[in-house]
Structures are given as structure tokens and as C-alpha cells.
């Protein structure tokens, strides 16, 4: 514990918003009902959880947290007040009213903090003869409910038993329940290997504009922060996949969560490899053994910016959600010159014209794709030979798909399984040019972008040397909780360096 600019924390290393959320409820829940105060578990959204009180209790309940603020750094905070500690603090009981508890919670790097906005919901409600009067409605319940409609029962949550209202924890229409995986595409253009086979069959091939050049394989640790923004944001995700034919990461423990697939485990026709093609390897995603029908795809240099939930990509039905960019896809057909993106698209708008008799006009937006494995079985049994020729090319051809951008989105759409959404709030830096600078300072200061991505193509107007310490500075900020899947000597290694190199120590 420490004391931060006049607030106590506690420092940790591992702990995610929901595991801060959760703690602080288990740990608020067990005081009341160890001095004898009932709680009720309730919910205002899907997946935040609440306490309910009796309005009786108030005083009882300030007691209980004043002794747990004696030894706890415990703080409590009313709607447009001030945070007070809660070994001072008192709770009125003249009418139904709401509150957040928590512990202040800083890294141990001082680069995150947690404060009420991840704090406990506690709610005293008044319970009548004849009605149950709460400070407003909540996911199930209106703000007043006729008592003879609030049944409590138990329920299973957070790994213990609760106290209910029958139908609260139960699943509601738009909460999504079924499993859900995500696919990383990784290479580390570092390896030796990888460059002396990558330059000895790129000789064999005329490529793209910039699908030649060092950004297309280059990285800095980006796949490490990536995953942590899972870990950090997106704990609903079951398993993730690293879909990637270089030596597993340094930093990267066995563990059951994280699991690396070779293209030979998934390519239809293994004679095609090795492939350098980041299309071909999109193209065979849904031939990854394990993998749930419902996933997310992502590249390492694609992040969460803050807690998302997974309604925010499919529906419980199971139709996905896309954003799509401002950018047009341009007039045009596709050709040599073009960059492999570019073709991709092109490419993509003919086929889906032939079958639909629509032109796709805008680009998608640089995140996390939602995807569905028996949509793009359908899709590869629609137009097998654009995947088998784009599965079988090793470098970007003027002639690929692209499965994960608009292909598969848009055949999805056409046939009534995705649409189109402006929900989440996304942005796009590229790390190359002067004004990135800026625009990562913004998004590791204000933390309001769900998705964003840090691309290094394109025009370069900053030294590399500058952007790759800005880039690492501001992922370690974004991202300093260590994930489960990480070995901790080499994660923390990693962490003195960014520090060092913030405060200009040599090392």
C-alpha cells in the first residue's frame, strides 16, 4: 500500500479492472454478511454487478465499513461528491441511494490506476409492505416494484453463492453466452531464419507497393502488449490462437489459454508452404482445430483500449458486427503496382458484385474482426478457387482475397449474419509519421478508444529509433499488467528497460 498524490492504493502487478471490480465486491460482501447484513447480487447492465442493501441498514453498513476501512484502503463515493475514506464515513438512510466502493489500485510501474469507475455499485433500497422502492431501475426491475414481485433466491456468481432476485443473474436477451476465441497473425521478422527463406523465395516474385518493405514484418514486442490488452479488457475471450510459423516468443509460458498453430496444422494443402502471405494465411483461419465457431481475428500491432464486451461484436444469435472505415476503396480495378491491401479489395468488390449485384464502396476499420468458422467454410465452398489460389500464393498477389477484410464481412451481411455498426469508437495511428507522436500520447492519457492500431507502414517522417522508444513507451503505460501467459523474468525485464528508457537511465 501506498500513498498516492493523498489517496491510499494498493500497488499490484497482475491485477485486471474486472479482478479489481470482483475483489472489492467478494471483499465488501463478506463484511456484511459476516456482521450479519443480507445482500442481495443485482446488475444495472449485463455484466457489472451490484450490491442491494436494506435502507434499514445503513447505519449498520457504515459501521461494517468503517471497521473494513481500518484495514483496508477502502473508499467510498456518492454521485457528484468527493471520495471519502471509508474509516470516516457515515451513510444515510432517509431515502433509496446509490454508492461506489472500492480500493484505489495503482501499477506497480505507476502507469495504470483503477478508481471508482471500476468501484462496487451498493444500493440501499427501501422494502414496504407493499412495494420494494430502489435509487432507480436496475437490468430486471423498474425503480419501484410491488413486493410481491421480488422472489429472492440464491445463484452462482464469482465463485460463491448469492442472494437474488429470480430472474436477475438468469441470461437476458442481449447478453451473449457462447464461447468466443480470438486468432492473432504473428511473425517476428527478426528471426534469421525467416529472413534469409523470406529473401531467398521473394527473388521468385514482384510484389506490391510496400509489400516488400520491413514493415510488413518487422516488430517491436507489439504481440506481447497486444495479448495483454485480452488479459486486461476482454477476460470473456476463452482461448487465444498465435497463428505463426516463427519460434514462440521469448516472454511466453506454456499455458492453457494461449496456444501457437503452424500453417502445417491448418492449411488445407501443406505443398504451398511456407507462405510469407498474411492473406493466405486469413484465407485457412477456420481450419484451426479447436477453434470456436464464434472468434475474433486481430494482428499484433491491434489493441483494446478499455473493457469491451463481447455483445460488442456479435449478437446472442450469433450475427457479428463490422465497422467499417471513411476510406474509400477507389475506383479501379486491381493492379501489379497496387499494394497487396489495396488489390485485396479490389478483388473482393468484383466477386462480390458478380454474386450480389452490389459494389462495396468503404474500406473496415484497422480491429479485432468478428468471425464465424461455418461462415467461412460457406464462403471457401462459394468461391473455392479464389481461396485455393490465394491459399497457394507466398507473397501478396494482385490476384488474392482478402477473407478477414470486407470478404467475408460483407457475404456475411448479404446473407443476413453480420451488419455494419458505429458502436465502437476505433482509431488508427501510423507510427511513421511526425503527428503519431501525439496521437499515442492522447490515447495513453484519456483511455476512451475501444480498438485502436499502431501501423509502422507507409511515408517515414520519424527516426526509428524515436518511434520504436515512443511505441514502447506508451504500450508499457497502456498495458503494465503482466498476463498469466507471461514469464515473469523476461516481462519484467522488459518493463525496467521502457521504464530506464522513459527517465533517460542507461542500461
Given at each position: 500500500m501506498i500513498l498516492d498524490e493523498g489517496v491510499l492504493r494498493l500497488v499490484h502487478e497482475t491485477t485486471t479492472p474486472d479482478g479489481a471490480r470482483t475483489a472489492d465486491l467478494l471483499l465488501i460482501a463478506d463484511a456484511l454478511e459476516s456482521a450479519g447484513i443480507r445482500t442481495l447480487l443485482i446488475r444495472h447492465d449485463l455484466h457489472t454487478p451490484a450490491l442491494a442493501i436494506d435502507?434499514?441498514?445503513?447505519?449498520?453498513?457504515?459501521?461494517?465499513?468503517?471497521s473494513l476501512g481500518q484495514r483496508e484502503p477502502l473508499y467510498l463515493k456518492a454521485k457528484g461528491t468527493a471520495p471519502v475514506f471509508a474509516a470516516d464515513a457515515d451513510i444515510p438512510d432517509s431515502a433509496p441511494h446509490a454508492l461506489r466502493a472500492y480500493r484505489p489500485r495503482v501499477s506497480a510501474?505507476?502507469?495504470?490506476?483503477y478508481?471508482?469507475?471500476?468501484?462496487?455499485?451498493?444500493?440501499?433500497?427501501?422494502?414496504?409492505?407493499?412495494?420494494?422502492?430502489?435509487?432507480?431501475?436496475?437490468?430486471?426491475?423498474?425503480?419501484?416494484?410491488?413486493?410481491?414481485?421480488?422472489?429472492?433466491?440464491?445463484?452462482?456468481?464469482?465463485?460463491?453463492?448469492?442472494?437474488?432476485?429470480?430472474g436477475m443473474l438468469d441470461p437476458h436477451p442481449r447478453e451473449v453466452t457462447h464461447d468466443i476465441d480470438m486468432v492473432f497473425s504473428w511473425v517476428d521478422g527478426s528471426a534469421s531464419e525467416f529472413q534469409r527463406q523470406r529473401a531467398a523465395q521473394l527473388s521468385e516474385y514482384v510484389v506490391g507497393e510496400g509489400d516488400d518493405?520491413?514493415?510488413?514484418?518487422?516488430?517491436?514486442?507489439?504481440?506481447?502488449?497486444?495479448?495483454?490488452?485480452?488479459?486486461?479488457?476482454?477476460?470473456?475471450?476463452?482461448?487465444?490462437?498465435?497463428?505463426?510459423?516463427?519460434?514462440?516468443?521469448a516472454w511466453l509460458a506454456d499455458h492453457p489459454k494461449v496456444t501457437i498453430v503452424r500453417s502445417e496444422e491448418f492449411f488445407a494443402d501443406p505443398s504451398t508452404l511456407p507462405t510469407h502471405n498474411s492473406h493466405a494465411v486469413e484465407a485457412?483461419?477456420?481450419?484451426?482445430?479447436?477453434?470456436?465457431?464464434?472468434?475474433?481475428?486481430s494482428n499484433d500491432d491491434m489493441f483494446f483500449g478499455r473493457p469491451v464486451r463481447p455483445e460488442l461484436f456479435f449478437s446472442p444469435g450469433g450475427i457479428s458486427s463490422f465497422v467499417e472505415c471513411d476510406v474509400r476503396i477507389g475506383a479501379g480495378d486491381p493492379r501489379l503496382e497496387r499494394s497487396g491491401h489495396d488489390n485485396g479489395l479490389r478483388v473482393?468488390?468484383?466477386?462480390?458484385?458478380?454474386?450480389?449485384?452490389?459494389?462495396?464502396?468503404?474500406?473496415?476499420?484497422?480491429?479485432?474482426?468478428?468471425?464465424?468458422?461455418?461462415?467461412?467454410?460457406?464462403?471457401?465452398?462459394?468461391?473455392?478457387?479464389?481461396?485455393?489460389?490465394?491459399?497457394?500464393?507466398?507473397?501478396?498477389?494482385?490476384?488474392?482475397?482478402?477473407?478477414?477484410?470486407?470478404?467475408?464481412?460483407?457475404?456475411?451481411m448479404f446473407t443476413g449474419r453480420a451488419l455494419p455498426t458505429s458502436v465502437p469508437r476505433t482509431r488508427y495511428v501510423q507510427t511513421t509519421l511526425a503527428r503519431s507522436l501525439a496521437g499515442m500520447e492522447r490515447l495513453a492519457k484519456r483511455r476512451d478508444i475501444d480498438m485502436f492500431c499502431l501501423n509502422d507502414g507507409g511515408e517515414t517522417e520519424v527516426p526509428e529509433e524515436i518511434r520504436v522508444a515512443s511505441l514502447r513507451d506508451v504500450l508499457e503505460r497502456m498495458f503494465p499488467i503482466r498476463a498469466p501467459w507471461?514469464?515473469?523474468?523476461?516481462?519484467?525485464?522488459?518493463?525496467r528497460d521502457a521504464s530506464a528508457a522513459r527517465s533517460g537511465v542507461k542500461r
Amino acid at each position: 500500500m501506498i500513498l498516492d498524490e493523498g489517496v491510499l492504493r494498493l500497488v499490484h502487478e497482475t491485477t485486471t479492472p474486472d479482478g479489481a471490480r470482483t475483489a472489492d465486491l467478494l471483499l465488501i460482501a463478506d463484511a456484511l454478511e459476516s456482521a450479519g447484513i443480507r445482500t442481495l447480487l443485482i446488475r444495472h447492465d449485463l455484466h457489472t454487478p451490484a450490491l442491494a442493501i436494506d435502507l434499514a441498514d445503513a447505519h449498520r453498513t457504515a459501521a461494517t465499513l468503517r471497521s473494513l476501512g481500518q484495514r483496508e484502503p477502502l473508499y467510498l463515493k456518492a454521485k457528484g461528491t468527493a471520495p471519502v475514506f471509508a474509516a470516516d464515513a457515515d451513510i444515510p438512510d432517509s431515502a433509496p441511494h446509490a454508492l461506489r466502493a472500492y480500493r484505489p489500485r495503482v501499477s506497480a510501474g505507476g502507469g495504470r490506476r483503477y478508481d471508482h469507475e471500476y468501484g462496487v455499485r451498493v444500493e440501499f433500497w427501501r422494502f414496504g409492505e407493499t412495494a420494494v422502492e430502489a435509487p432507480q431501475a436496475n437490468a430486471l426491475m423498474r425503480r419501484i416494484t410491488p413486493a410481491q414481485d421480488v422472489h429472492i433466491v440464491s445463484g452462482s456468481r464469482y465463485g460463491r453463492e448469492w442472494q437474488t432476485v429470480v430472474g436477475m443473474l438468469d441470461p437476458h436477451p442481449r447478453e451473449v453466452t457462447h464461447d468466443i476465441d480470438m486468432v492473432f497473425s504473428w511473425v517476428d521478422g527478426s528471426a534469421s531464419e525467416f529472413q534469409r527463406q523470406r529473401a531467398a523465395q521473394l527473388s521468385e516474385y514482384v510484389v506490391g507497393e510496400g509489400d516488400d518493405g520491413p514493415a510488413r514484418y518487422r516488430h517491436v514486442d507489439e504481440l506481447r502488449y497486444a495479448l495483454r490488452s485480452v488479459h486486461m479488457y476482454a477476460p470473456w475471450v476463452r482461448r487465444i490462437f498465435i497463428a505463426t510459423d516463427s519460434p514462440a516468443p521469448a516472454w511466453l509460458a506454456d499455458h492453457p489459454k494461449v496456444t501457437i498453430v503452424r500453417s502445417e496444422e491448418f492449411f488445407a494443402d501443406p505443398s504451398t508452404l511456407p507462405t510469407h502471405n498474411s492473406h493466405a494465411v486469413e484465407a485457412q483461419l477456420h481450419r484451426i482445430d479447436g477453434l470456436a465457431e464464434h472468434f475474433l481475428y486481430s494482428n499484433d500491432d491491434m489493441f483494446f483500449g478499455r473493457p469491451v464486451r463481447p455483445e460488442l461484436f456479435f449478437s446472442p444469435g450469433g450475427i457479428s458486427s463490422f465497422v467499417e472505415c471513411d476510406v474509400r476503396i477507389g475506383a479501379g480495378d486491381p493492379r501489379l503496382e497496387r499494394s497487396g491491401h489495396d488489390n485485396g479489395l479490389r478483388v473482393n468488390r468484383a466477386l462480390l458484385q458478380e454474386r450480389f449485384g452490389r459494389v462495396i464502396v468503404r474500406d473496415l476499420e484497422h480491429c479485432a474482426a468478428p468471425l464465424r468458422r461455418s461462415v467461412m467454410q460457406e464462403l471457401e465452398e462459394t468461391f473455392p478457387e479464389d481461396f485455393r489460389r490465394t491459399a497457394a500464393s507466398r507473397f501478396r498477389a494482385a490476384t488474392d482475397i482478402s477473407v478477414t477484410n470486407s470478404l467475408y464481412h460483407y457475404y456475411a451481411m448479404f446473407t443476413g449474419r453480420a451488419l455494419p455498426t458505429s458502436v465502437p469508437r476505433t482509431r488508427y495511428v501510423q507510427t511513421t509519421l511526425a503527428r503519431s507522436l501525439a496521437g499515442m500520447e492522447r490515447l495513453a492519457k484519456r483511455r476512451d478508444i475501444d480498438m485502436f492500431c499502431l501501423n509502422d507502414g507507409g511515408e517515414t517522417e520519424v527516426p526509428e529509433e524515436i518511434r520504436v522508444a515512443s511505441l514502447r513507451d506508451v504500450l508499457e503505460r497502456m498495458f503494465p499488467i503482466r498476463a498469466p501467459w507471461e514469464i515473469p523474468a523476461v516481462s519484467e525485464g522488459r518493463a525496467r528497460d521502457a521504464s530506464a528508457a522513459r527517465s533517460g537511465v542507461k542500461r
